[in-house]
């Protein structure tokens, strides 16, 4: 069941949701905190690669992914609040994984298992995710995005609880190697840039390449609720009809 809602969300991302807002969210966290994290992020992305995506991958995929590099840079005025992508550098492979967008998902995770242990509403994620699309940074206090964590009143302590640090580490480490796993899906099947390819070729190649990833987390058995939270964020940083802006039903 757990997998058909993931593929559901895989679908809608992939042929129905426009480009995504771009909101300048490169000072929504402060230098020395992306700093500090870069290495425990970046760290915790490798061994994932290396302890859990790795030895499911097939002899076949291993060797067409062989000369993949991973990249973390730190944040920049045009990044996207999830702003994952694949590229070619030099005839090299890359996947590009923000530190910016790491410690998102990372605190989004915090955020769910904080919000689910305490019985309260999992919805003002949402809701903050959808406010990072529309409200523009001018309006808000001290003219950025405010981090996730804080505008929720998630504590800071939150995560020597346990149960709540536990569960969180969960969501993240699943929502990091099903991101991670769908861009070395682009890599593997050679997909091109969407400046040189329709965007009917590129949503085809979102499609495969989240068939791909969720094929590989499959052989984990493990069920991938971290990407469903994934999935619920990257949906509401795109506009949508079902936010009645202006839009007939």
């Known amino acids: 069941m757990v997998a058909w809602i993931v593929i559901v969300l895989c679908l809608f991302i992939a042929y129905f949701a426009p480009a995504p807002c771009s909101a300048d969210v ?7 905190e992306l700093d500090n994290a ?32 991973l990249r973390f840079p730190l944040p920049s005025p045009s990044d996207e ?4 992508y694949a590229v070619d550098s030099g005839g090299k492979p890359n996947v590009v994984m923000p530190i910016l967008s790491l410690k998102v998902v990372e605190d989004m995770a915090t955020a769910y298992a904080w ?11 949402d809701l903050y995710f959808s406010m990072l699309c529309h409200k523009p940074k001018v309006d808000l206090p001290g003219g ?3 981090p996730l964590l804080a505008t929720l009143g998630i504590p800071a302590n939150a995560l020597e609880d346990q149960k709540i640090d536990q569960l969180s580490l969960s969501f993240r480490n699943q929502a990091f190697a099903f991101v991670l796993v769908h861009e ?28 791909f990833a969720l094929d590989v ?6 069920a991938p609720l971290g990407a469903i939270l994934f ?12 936010e009645f802006q202006g839009n007939r039903i």
């Open 217 to 222: 987390l499959a052989r984990t058995q493990t």
């Open 38 to 69: 870069a290495p425990r992020l970046a760290a915790a992305v490798m061994k994932i690669y290396d302890l859990g995506v790795k030895p499911q991958l097939t002899p076949d995929e291993l060797s067409r992914l062989h000369d993949f590099a």
């Open 26 to 32: 490169s000072s929504m966290y402060s230098r020395s």
């Open 115 to 125: 919000l689910y242990q305490n019985g309260m509403s999992l919805g003002t994620i």
């Open 81 to 84: 609040v999830l702003n994952f």
């Open 231 to 242: 999935f619920q964020a990257q949906v509401y940083s795109h506009p949508h009809r079902g």
């Open 184 to 211: 070395l899906g682009h890599i593997l099947h050679k997909h091109k840039g969407y400046d040189v390819v329709t965007k009917a070729q590129a949503r085809a190649d979102e499609a495969e390449a989240d068939r």
């Open 144 to 146: 950025k995005y405010p």
